[in-house]
C-alpha cells in the first residue's frame, strides 16, 4: 500500500511535535488534532488510515472520541496515554481503540506498533482472515466472507483486534496457541506489553462470549501458556 495518511490527536505541543518528526523521518503523511472534535472532523473528512490518539484531551475524553469514531469507522486506534492503569486499558481496548502505548514511550516502539498495524492492514486487504466458509461451535458462527460473528443468532459487537482474535482461536479450535504465537499473529511481535494487551482483549472477548456465566465456555486459559478455543 502507499504511505499511509495518519492522524495524530495531541494537545501537548512538544509531544505533538515529536511524534510528528518521527513520522516525518520515515516519510509517513501525517494531520494534526489538539482537541476531540478537531479530531473527529478531521478523520471524517481526511479518512485517515490510523489514528494515534492522546486519551486525556481538553474537550473530551480520548475514549468518547473512541467510541464516536467507531460508529462510522474501523480504521485502526493506537492510544498514547500517560494513564497505565488497566481500568483505563481495558476503557480504551472495550471501546474500540487496536492498541495501547504508554507514555513515556521511545519512537522506535512506536514506528513498531506502527509497521505491526499496517501489516494488519495488509492482511485484511489481501484477505488473510477471509473465506467463504461459515465456522460454527455451539451457539456461536462466524461469517469469514462477511467478516461478521453471531452468538445465538444476535451479533456480536467486536473492535477490529477482538474479532482477530475470535478468528485465530476459531481456525484452531481444540489447539492451545500460545502468547507468543498469538501476539505474533495479531501484533506482528511478542513484548511483554503486548501479552498485557492480548489478556485485556481476551477478556472483554470473553465477556462478549459469555454473557451468562451458566453458558458454556468458548475461550479456556492455559495459565502461563496461552488459550484454546473450546469445541462445544
Not at 83 to 101: N, Q, T, W
Not at 204 to 225: A, W
Request: proline share 5%; glycine share 6%.
Amino acid at each position: 500500500m502507499d504511505k499511509p495518511l495518519i492522524l495524530i490527536v495531541e494537545d501537548d505541543p512538544p509531544i505533538r511535535n515529536l511524534i510528528s518528526a518521527t513520522l516525518k523521518t520515515q516519510d509517513y503523511k501525517f494531520i494534526t488534532a489538539s482537541n476531540g472534535e478537531t479530531a473527529i472532523a478531521e478523520a471524517a473528512s481526511h479518512n485517515p488510515d490510523i489514528m494515534l490518539l492522546d486519551l486525556g484531551l481538553p474537550d473530551m475524553d480520548g475514549v468518547s472520541v473512541i467510541k464516536r469514531v467507531r460508529s462510522w469507522s474501523n480504521m485502526p486506534i493506537i492510544v498514547i496515554s500517560a494513564r497505565s492503569e488497566d481500568s483505563d486499558k481495558i476503557a480504551a481496548l472495550d471501546a474500540g481503540a487496536d492498541d495501547y502505548l504508554t507514555k513515556p514511550f521511545s519512537v522506535e516502539e512506536l514506528l513498531a506498533r506502527l509497521r505491526a498495524t499496517l501489516r494488519r492492514i495488509a492482511a485484511a486487504e489481501n484477505g488473510d482472515f477471509a473465506g467463504g466458509a461459515i465456522f460454527e461451535n455451539g451457539e456461536l458462527n462466524i461469517d469469514y466472507a462477511a467478516g461478521c460473528a453471531y452468538l445465538s443468532g444476535e451479533e456480536l459487537h467486536l473492535t477490529p483486534i477482538e474479532y482477530k482474535l475470535l478468528c485465530l482461536l476459531a481456525r484452531n479450535v481444540g489447539k492451545v496457541l500460545t502468547h507468543t504465537y498469538i501476539t505474533g499473529k495479531i501484533w506482528g511481535r511478542s513484548w511483554d506489553s503486548d501479552i498485557a494487551s492480548l489478556r485485556v482483549f481476551m477478556a472483554t472477548l470473553r465477556k462478549k462470549l459469555q454473557p451468562d456465566p451458566t453458558s458454556p465456555e468458548y475461550i479456556q486459559t492455559h495459565i502461563g501458556v496461552g488459550y484454546r478455543m473450546v469445541k462445544v
